[in-house]
């Protein structure tokens, strides 16, 4: 794989470069999403057939599996468990994992009922997302998140590309939450009954155990075993 990047480099610096910046993107990021600020040029090397093997080797050697979809114009990566034992990846924080299955419960029903654009995004609202949370922690009489801390948690969906957040629109107290159809490769099935799992869990963050497949995203501070997200 060495050879094969010395000789793109050797052939085109520029295109290699491209290359180099949008594998950094893409790791810093785990998702790039096409229109999002800075995307175009990663997006392009990234979807660019030339590179197919090289960056599927290159992903495959780090314990990832690489992920495009045309229609829907992302590209993402998700850890390979099954092909890289050994590997440590890192967890998401409790109360990040807990709302991205309560988005993951939305995307689902929203698309159900045809709610959705040309690339499958979900439009819906932090009070919407706050509302369907409550519901179901409710149906178990168990402590919810405080609406900041979803709220922060949403701020770290969103630096990672899983959805996008609109403006704050102050005579509504709200703004708009753009779940992205991503989120349906990192939450796997049964969503609701995970969320579920965790709302009756009396567990501290530390204590808990992971519930999906993989997702290597990047942690702060906080992390716990919460969740490998899955493909």
């Known amino acids: 794989m060495i050879t094969d990047f010395s000789e793109l480099e050797h052939r085109d610096e520029k295109r290699f470069a491209e290359v180099r910046q949008a ?21 392009q090397s990234l979807t660019d057939p030339r590179h197919k093997g090289l960056l599927e080797k290159f992903f495959d050697i780090a314990g990832c599996h690489l992920q495009i979809n045309s229609v829907q114009q992302w590209v993402a990566i998700f850890p390979d468990c099954d092909s890289a034992e050994g590997i440590s990846w890192p967890k ?7 709302a991205l299955l309560v988005l993951a419960v939305l995307h689902h029903e929203k698309m159900e009922a045809g709610e959705f654009d040309e690339r499958g995004v979900v439009c819906t609202t932090f009070n919407e997302c706050m509302e369907r949370y409550e519901d179901i922690v409710d149906q178990n009489g168990t402590a ?8 922060d948690a949403l701020q770290d969906l969103a630096k990672r590309h899983v959805i996008k957040l609109g403006d704050y629109i102050s005579e509504l107290e709200d703004y708009e939450v753009l779940i992205r159809p991503v989120l349906t490769h990192l939450t796997g099935q049964a969503a609701l009954e995970k969320l579920q799992q965790y709302a009756n869990s009396r567990e501290s963050a530390e204590e808990q155990k992971p519930i999906c497949d993989p997702e290597v995203m990047s942690v702060g501070e906080g992390e716990t075993d919460a969740q490998e997200i899955s493909q």
């Open 23 to 43: 594998i950094n993107t893409l790791w810093r990021h785990q998702i790039v999403w096409l229109g999002d600020h800075g995307s175009h040029l990663a997006y």
């Open 92 to 98: 998401l924080p409790l109360h990040t994992t807990i």
């Open 144 to 151: 919810k998140l405080q609406a900041k801390r979803f709220e």
